[in-house]
């Protein structure tokens, strides 16, 4: 199996910003969250908060930037390569929520590219069980490239400090 990975910087974005994953980075992680048996072609593309506004509005009817959206792709039949989709990432939203989860940027960053690729092979948090299954395999997934789990560590650091409020 193997990925092949698109990756594209909107006009709007920095692709110098020294917060942004290189290719390289963000290649592994696709790799990692890749498990699907065959060859398959994913887009990447950085945009900013702005873009992403519109592309969650326009698509899920949600007048905000959010972190990553996943755009599924059927493949055609007469190609050899499976083509899962597109992944959008908001540089900013990411940026933002590692601050306020108190998380290390590429940790974040890794966290949201395994989840935008399990969305495009299926996955998704609709309801309990179905969220339950997707975390599972996000930690797993996170662990295996060295992460640890992001739902503990942002749960341990929103009891931190709530035990701070209260003293």
């Known amino acids: 199996m193997s990925v092949t990975l698109e990756l594209s910087f909107s006009e709007s974005v920095e692709a110098e910003q020294e ?7 963000i290649q592994r992680w ?6 699907c048996d065959e060859s398959v072609i994913v887009s990447v593309q950085i945009v ?13 009817g949600h007048d905000m930037a959010t972190n990553v959206l996943s755009f599924t ?3 055609p039949d007469v190609i050899d390569v499976k083509i899962l989709g597109d992944l959008a990432l908001c540089a900013a939203v990411i940026r933002a929520e590692a601050m306020q989860q108190h998380k290390a940027g590429d940790a974040h960053w890794a966290h949201m590219l395994v989840h935008g690729m399990l969305h495009l092979q299926g996955y998704d948090h609709i309801d309990d069980s179905q969220a339950g299954q997707m975390e599972a395999l996000e930690i797993l997934i996170l662990s295996q490239l060295g992460y640890s789990n992001p739902y503990l560590e942002y749960a341990d650091k929103r009891v931190d400090e709530k035990s701070e409020i209260i003293r």
């Open 19 to 25: 917060d942004i994953p290189g290719a390289a980075a």
């Open 30 to 35: 696709a790799e990692q969250a890749c498990l």
């Open 48 to 60: 900013s908060a702005d873009e992403m506004r519109e592309l969650n509005k326009s698509w899920r």
């Open 73 to 75: 792709m059927p493949s």
